[in-house]
C-alpha cells in the first residue's frame, strides 16, 4: 500500500491487509478479534476513510516526494534500521517453540472476552464509552459549516 | 503445517515489518488520508503482537487491551478523517506540506 500513488489503492490494499490480519486472530484462536476486526476496521473506518477520499475527489500524488529528498531517505533508513534491529533481536533470542496456550481458546471465544470485559475491566470499558462520545461529539462540531 | 507449529516468534516478526512499513509511510507519504491509514497500520501491528502474547501466554488482558485499541482507533478515525474535511476546505488540499498554519 506503500507505493501506490492512488490514495484508492492504497486504501484497498489495506482493506486486504485488514482481512488477513483477521485471518491471523483466527489462527491465534480469538474468534471475537477476528469478527471485530473485520466488523471495525473493513467495515467501518476503511469504508469512512475511502468516502472521505471520493468526497474530496482526490488525484494522484504527484511524486512521492518532490522536494523532500532526505526526508524520504531519512524514512527509509529509519524503517530499515528498525526491521534490522528485530532481525537481529530474534536472532540473539533463538528459537523458542513455546505452544499455543491451552486457554487461548477460552479466552479468545466471545464468553471469555466478554467476562473479562464486564469484570475485571468494567471501568476502563466504562471510560471508553465516554471517549467515543466525546469524539462523536467533536466529530459533529469539526464538520459544521464553518469553524 | 498445522497451527501449533507457528511459534510466537513469527506472529512477532510479521508485526515488527507492519509497523515498519507504517513508520515509513509515515515518514515518506505527503497525501494526509494516507498518513492516516499508515497510522492504523501501526495500530493494527501493536494490535496482532498483544495477540499473540494474549494467545500464547493464556492471559486474556492482551485481548482486552485490543478491544480498547479498536476504539481508540474508531474514535482517531471519525475525528480524523473531520480535521482532514475542515482543513480541505479552508486549505483546498491536503498534502501536508503545505499545510503548515501552525508554523510561524
Redesign the interface.
Given at each position: 500500500?506503500?507505493f501506490q500513488r492512488n490514495?484508492v489503492m492504497?486504501?484497498m490494499c489495506?482493506i486486504a491487509?485488514?482481512f488477513c490480519?483477521a485471518s491471523?486472530?483466527l489462527?491465534?484462536?480469538?474468534q471475537?478479534?477476528a469478527v471485530?476486526?473485520v466488523v471495525?476496521?473493513t467495515g467501518?473506518?476503511m469504508v469512512?476513510?475511502v468516502f472521505?477520499?471520493m468526497?474530496?475527489n482526490?488525484g494522484e500524488?504527484q511524486k512521492?516526494?518532490e522536494k523532500?529528498g532526505a526526508?524520504?531517505v531519512?524514512?527509509?533508513a529509519?524503517?530499515?534500521g528498525?526491521?534490522a534491529e528485530?532481525?537481529y533481536l530474534?536472532s540473539v533470542?533463538g528459537?523458542?517453540?513455546?505452544?499455543?496456550?491451552?486457554?487461548?481458546e477460552m479466552?479468545?471465544s466471545v464468553e471469555?472476552?466478554g467476562s473479562?470485559?464486564f469484570g475485571k475491566?468494567l471501568l476502563?470499558f466504562e471510560i471508553?464509552s465516554l471517549?467515543?462520545l466525546?469524539?462523536?461529539v467533536?466529530?459533529v462540531i469539526?464538520?459544521k459549516k464553518k469553524? | 503445517m498445522n497451527a501449533d507449529a507457528i511459534s510466537i516468534n513469527h506472529y512477532l516478526m510479521l508485526s515488527a515489518v507492519l509497523f515498519a512499513i507504517g513508520v515509513a509511510g509515515v515518514l515518506t507519504r505527503r497525501n494526509a488520508i494516507v498518513v492516516f491509514m499508515c497510522i492504523e497500520l501501526m495500530l493494527n501491528s501493536v494490535n496482532l503482537t498483544l495477540c499473540a502474547f494474549s494467545s500464547y501466554l493464556g492471559n486474556s488482558a492482551g485481548q482486552v487491551l485490543v478491544f480498547f485499541v479498536m476504539a481508540v482507533a474508531a474514535a482517531e478515525a471519525a475525528v480524523g478523517l473531520a480535521i482532514v474535511i475542515s482543513l480541505f476546505r479552508n486549505k483546498q488540499t491536503v498534502n501536508i506540506d503545505e499545510i503548515n498554519i501552525l508554523k510561524w
Amino acid at each position: 500500500m506503500l507505493f501506490q500513488r492512488n490514495p484508492v489503492m492504497s486504501a484497498m490494499c489495506l482493506i486486504a491487509n485488514f482481512f488477513c490480519i483477521a485471518s491471523l486472530y483466527l489462527l491465534l484462536k480469538a474468534q471475537f478479534l477476528a469478527v471485530i476486526q473485520v466488523v471495525v476496521y473493513t467495515g467501518a473506518i476503511m469504508v469512512l476513510v475511502v468516502f472521505v477520499i471520493m468526497l474530496l475527489n482526490l488525484g494522484e500524488e504527484q511524486k512521492l516526494s518532490e522536494k523532500l529528498g532526505a526526508a524520504k531517505v531519512l524514512g527509509f533508513a529509519l524503517g530499515l534500521g528498525f526491521i534490522a534491529e528485530m532481525a537481529y533481536l530474534f536472532s540473539v533470542s533463538g528459537q523458542n517453540d513455546m505452544a499455543l496456550s491451552g486457554q487461548a481458546e477460552m479466552i479468545g471465544s466471545v464468553e471469555g472476552i466478554g467476562s473479562a470485559l464486564f469484570g475485571k475491566y468494567l471501568l476502563p470499558f466504562e471510560i471508553t464509552s465516554l471517549l467515543l462520545l466525546a469524539a462523536m461529539v467533536g466529530a459533529v462540531i469539526l464538520a459544521k459549516k464553518k469553524i | 503445517m498445522n497451527a501449533d507449529a507457528i511459534s510466537i516468534n513469527h506472529y512477532l516478526m510479521l508485526s515488527a515489518v507492519l509497523f515498519a512499513i507504517g513508520v515509513a509511510g509515515v515518514l515518506t507519504r505527503r497525501n494526509a488520508i494516507v498518513v492516516f491509514m499508515c497510522i492504523e497500520l501501526m495500530l493494527n501491528s501493536v494490535n496482532l503482537t498483544l495477540c499473540a502474547f494474549s494467545s500464547y501466554l493464556g492471559n486474556s488482558a492482551g485481548q482486552v487491551l485490543v478491544f480498547f485499541v479498536m476504539a481508540v482507533a474508531a474514535a482517531e478515525a471519525a475525528v480524523g478523517l473531520a480535521i482532514v474535511i475542515s482543513l480541505f476546505r479552508n486549505k483546498q488540499t491536503v498534502n501536508i506540506d503545505e499545510i503548515n498554519i501552525l508554523k510561524w
